[in-house]
């Protein structure tokens, strides 16, 4: 059974990754405590979890999201993309055959749905899904972590248009294509690529936001 402190920091995980909470609130454990009707021994301890993961920093009143420098999630970006790369690797000759049952679900039902938002939920489970073919429990420990501090402190947002949608669903084709063949070195070359894509697109948006404030502050 899963303790009051693993509750309380699973529910506030999911709002943090939901962006329940802006950079400008603050998470006052008295305050939570009460919400949760727990003490605040537990709260405390969920919140130092989640400031141990990179997600939270301490403040005179309570935690914050940490906001993180440009250059600083680009090196998160570059970790994360040898690690999943790697574990892409692994899930070709480690997946069991639940497991590709399970990846090639998921791409037949973001195939089969034309709701972005869905599409996208399902992008993200078929990662998940991968690394849980990896069997390599510490790497994906690793990358969701540093996941969720992309999601959380990167001021860009991976593309939503059609067109990025589609290059998506064609190179998470490819990454499956791969690890059902058996072919662990063009699994991890495939992953790379589409990580490097999702980057690349962040990047462009940063530098648009810098033209932007530019612009606006001549």
């Not at 999911?14 to 537990?42: I, K, M």
């Not at 969701?144 to 992309?150: C, D, G, M, R, V």
Request: proline share 2%; hydrophobic share 45%.
């Amino acid at each position: 059974m899963a303790s009051v402190r693993d509750v309380v920091h699973d529910a506030l995980l999911a709002r943090l990754l939901a962006g329940h909470y802006t950079h400008e609130d603050s998470l006052v454990p008295q305050a939570l405590s009460e919400e949760f009707e727990v003490s605040r021994t537990p709260v405390r301890e969920a919140l130092g979890l989640l400031e141990r993961d990179g997600l939270l920093v301490s403040t005179s009143r309570g935690f914050m999201i940490r906001k993180r420098p440009d250059e600083e999630m680009l090196e998160i970006f570059e970790v994360r993309g040898i690690l999943e790369s790697n574990a892409a690797h692994a899930a070709a000759t480690r997946a069991t055959a639940i497991d590709r049952a399970r990846l090639a679900e998921l791409s037949e039902r973001a195939h089969a749905t034309c709701d972005p938002k869905e599409k996208r939920r399902l992008f993200n489970l078929f990662h998940d899904c991968m690394l849980d073919a990896a069997h390599n429990a510490t790497v994906s420990s690793l990358v969701t972590t540093l996941s969720a501090q992309i999601k959380l402190s990167a001021p860009w947002k991976t593309d939503e248009s059609d067109e990025g949608l589609a290059r998506s669903l064609a190179e998470h084709d490819a990454i499956l294509e791969a690890i059902l063949a058996g072919d662990a070195d063009l699994a991890r070359a495939r992953m790379l690529e589409h990580l490097a894509h999702d980057r690349d697109n962040r990047i462009s948006q940063l530098v648009a936001q810098v033209h932007a404030q530019t612009n606006a502050a001549g």
